[in-house]
Nanobody
Framework: QVQLVESGGGFVQTGGSLRLSCAAS????????VGWFRQAPEKEREFVAT????????YYADFVDDRFIISRDNAKSTTWLQMNSLKPEDTAVYYC????????????????WGQGTQVTVSS
């Protein structure tokens, strides 16, 4: 069982930055790939970024366009999503999730989810 807790969301103006954190409870966290997803009101949950268990592989959604960076520190059981040059369309609840095998862009393939953290970007 893996418990995930996101933090770092908030309110920011267009062009600003936020750093989201995802803290995991399991000592086996290093065995899991981690993904970040987001869901805006009345929209489906969408993939943002994912990182492999060792951090050697990262993948991003096209809309990220080099604005976000996903990273992890297994010694701290924590994954981060650094978000720069934020836009109003980035407004959503951001979730982190853990997957036991590899990485994926599909939310349905993830095994554990956090409760989410709200990000609001004003124009």
């Amino acid at each position: 069982q893996v418990q995930l807790v996101e933090s770092g969301g908030g309110f920011v103006q267009t062009g600003g930055s936020l750093r989201l954190s995802c803290a995991a409870s399991a000592r086996t966290f290093s065995s899991y790939g981690v993904g970040w997803f987001r869901q805006a009101p009345e929209k489906e949950r969408e993939f943002v970024a994912t990182i492999s268990w060792g951090g050697g592989s990262t993948y991003y959604a096209d809309f990220v366009d080099d604005r976000f960076i996903i990273s992890r520190d297994n010694a701290k059981s924590t994954t981060w999503l650094q978000m720069n040059s934020l836009k109003p369309e980035d407004t959503a609840v951001y979730y982190c999730a853990a997957i036991i095998n590899g990485v994926s862009r599909r939310p349905g393939e993830y095994d554990y989810w956090g409760q989410g953290t709200q990000v609001t970007v004003s124009s």
